[in-house]
């Protein structure tokens, strides 16, 4: 079963190296044109068109973001972030992790970072299990990632708290128990707020549907490094109505990971994307052009 940080308490970490070459020039003081030019971009060649008075038309690169979903959906979870990344110049890529969405979830042993490997170079965000994954995979591609942003990751080795046991516990009954529909809703109550329920639900639904077809596969990860190799810039981010493990995760975090900055959205719970989407766009957008 790869329920919501089951696979988290076992496998996370990350980190990022930002691209020396990385430089910000003005080019037309006239028209205000910022053309920010980058190591760290899509090698095809898609770009925006910009004139400047002094040397005519520019090729702008579009700086490339992949977005990991959360365990409790898939690349619908971030919906309410894609417009806002790509009318800030960024080319987004949502794919739906193995066992979520439109990918199923493998008959043989896989890993997680060799799957979103084939996305990079990039900047990589991730939430939750995908805050895990992403973090993970940052550690084993540094050059590969520009910027690293983790929102409610686990961490392997965790100390977790009688509140997150119990619910793992509700969680495998009725996975045993083969009622889907109650381990959907045992997710739901635990992690999503209530208005927000019937978006996440049938999400949530196809996960369980999809990793329940068959023989759950090994899961290969890399070794993984302390989290002091960190070597790129890391926002992390978490609800301030999230699970008290989370909000304390991401305090170590961010006290661990030498260019680390920490964010607590108010009002927001574990999917901070859809809780306080606009709080989430504001921070990712200065994040990645900064």
Known sequence: MLGEVRLERLHAVGREVLDPTLREVVLDPVQHAWIVHA?????????????????????????????????????????????????????????????????????????????????????????????????RTALATQELISRLVVIAPGLPTWDWSEE??????????????????????VNLDFWVKPEHHEEVRPQQRRAIELQSAHEEPDVRWPEMAPLESLGIPTLVVVGEDDKPDFRAIAQHLAEHIPDSVLAVVPAAGHLVGIDQPDELNRLLVDFLQD
């Open 39 to 135: 190591g760290i971009i899509d090698p095809l060649p898609d770009v925006h068109m910009s004139r400047s008075a002094h040397f005519g038309p520019v090729k702008v690169p579009r700086v490339k973001v992949v977005m990991l979903h959360s365990a409790l959906g898939d690349s619908r979870l971030w919906k309410r972030q894609v417009g806002p990344l790509v009318s800030a110049g960024h080319e987004v890529v949502t794919p739906d992790l193995p066992g979520w969405g439109a990918s199923p979830l493998p008959t043989e042993a896989f890993s997680f970072v060799d799957v979103v490997a084939e996305h990079l170079p990039a900047g990589l965000v991730g939430n939750s299990f995908g805050g895990a994954v992403a973090l």
């Open 164 to 185: 997150m046991r119990n619910y793992w516990a509700a969680e495998e009954a009725a996975w045993e128990a083969g009622d889907f529909d109650l381990a959907t809703q």
